[in-house]
């Protein structure tokens, strides 16, 4: 009984074979031939001036067999571009004009326009956050004074495509902490949180020079600090320092170079080694007090003059300097998210966590009204542990007497 039940299985399992048949042109199984699939890995997003149509650039990447039998392949890039009254429309419009079926699961960043962020963000990404292939953890740029369509035309660098060139900079950031990458699922979060305000880090075109000739200049894109949005609308800017102040509210500084004075006025060049916020609310006498308080560490890198200043007069002088620029950088955003009542770095996320109940009270209906009354003291504890692999500076012994 048992080796008919067997016969039986193998027969069936023969026949099944049989039914499929050679090749990759499996449709009905929804398979695709790897040839026909056009590879996007970036999106940029603009509203189109003349009308309310919306215009969709995409960035895609193919791998093509190179020349000879050596088996060496080479990168190619295209630049699509399509019109639609939705994005939706438009990324269907592409069909019009190649012969591939978009795919989206190697999507790595979205560039928005200035006028397309201005617009409000929510019509524009609503479909990225539906579809089924494309990654939440793909990285959000928003594109200043100028067009994500002219950013990734323009955007690459010799032999560097756009989404390349991207990448240097999402991997880089970190050395200044002057911006930091948003993905989309933070962009969802904070926008479904009514009292957060969203920031998204920003690029720009900028010229660089290609030749030995100062003239000879083409374009190339840097990051920009930060875009703040009231909801989804694009709100303002915040630049370079005051983009850093963000950074240490949002508890998100790897690295960075502050520059101070010696007491003789030589510059020093401090290096961030770490850093920690906390954001501690107390309610005193029916008065909302949150106090920011930063932990720093930091080394000193470069000395710009012969002057010893590691004696404990010099070095405090030197920290001052320090406390006073994070301060600073600090207070500078939280006037501008009270002044713009727009809450950027998650004050009232640490209100909800410390009074939940008075929170869901009092404050969360009309946090917006509420943030510019918050009184904030910034407290900035910070050390210079090291000075590398010399401490005096060079030339420090000169007048020394053998």
């Known amino acids: 009984m048992r080796l008919l039940v067997k016969k039986a299985l193998l027969l069936c399992c023969a026949a099944c074979v049989m039914c499929i048949p050679a090749g990759c042109n499996l449709k ?5 031939q790897i040839n026909k699939i056009e590879f996007i890995r970036t999106v940029g997003i603009d ?4 009308d309310d149509m919306v215009q969709i650039t995409l960035a895609t990447q193919r791998v093509m067999s190179g020349g000879g039998g050596g088996g060496s392949q080479q990168k190619q890039s295209d630049i699509l571009y399509a019109e639609g009254r939705t994005v939706f429309e438009a990324i269907r419009n592409f069909w019009n004009f190649t012969e591939k079926r978009p795919f989206w699961g190697h999507l790595e960043y979205i560039l928005i326009g200035e006028e397309a962020a201005k617009d409000g963000l929510l019509k524009y990404l609503d479909l990225f956050t539906r579809d089924p292939e494309v990654r939440l953890n793909l990285i959000v740029f928003v594109v200043k004074g100028a067009d994500a369509g002219d950013v990734i ?6 032999d560097k495509f756009i989404f390349e060139r991207l990448e240097g900079l999402k991997d880089n950031h970190w050395g200044m902490s002057m911006t930091n990458v948003v993905s989309l699922m933070e962009v969802m979060y904070i926008l479904d949180a009514e009292y957060l305000s969203l920031y998204i880090p920003c690029v720009k075109l900028s010229k660089h020079t290609v030749g030995p000739d100062d003239n000879d200049k083409g374009m190339d894109i840097t990051l920009e600090g930060f875009a703040v949005f009231e909801r989804d609308r694009l709100a303002g800017f915040l630049e370079r320092e005051m983009a850093r102040g963000l950074n240490w509210l949002r508890n998100k500084i790897e690295s960075g170079i502050i520059v101070v004075r010696s007491p003789e006025g030589g510059k020093i060049s401090l290096e961030i080694i770490e850093s920690d916020r906390k954001l501690k609310p107390a309610i005193k006498d029916g008065e909302l007090f949150i106090e920011v308080e930063i932990d720093m560490t930091g080394n000193i890198g470069e000395i710009g003059s012969s002057e010893n200043i590691f004696n404990g007069m010099g070095l405090d002088y030197v920290k001052d300097q320090m406390d006073k620029i994070i301060k600073d950088e600090v207070g500078s955003v939280i006037k501008f998210a009270q002044e713009n009542k727009l809450d950027v770095f998650a004050a009232g996320t640490a209100v909800l966590h410390k009074y939940p109940d008075k929170w869901e009270d009092a404050y969360e209906e009309n946090w917006s009204d509420i943030l510019p009354e918050v009184k904030f003291d910034i407290v ?10 010399i401490k005096e500076p060079i030339g420090s012994r000169a007048g020394d007497e053998d």
Do not use: E, F, H, M
Not at 28 to 32: E, I
């Open 28 to 32: 009905y199984l929804g398979a695709t």
């Open 47 to 50: 509203k189109c001036p003349d």
């Open 153 to 158: 035309r323009l955007g690459s660098v010799k």
């Open 380 to 389: 900035v504890n910070s050390q210079i542990p090291r000075t590398y692999d």
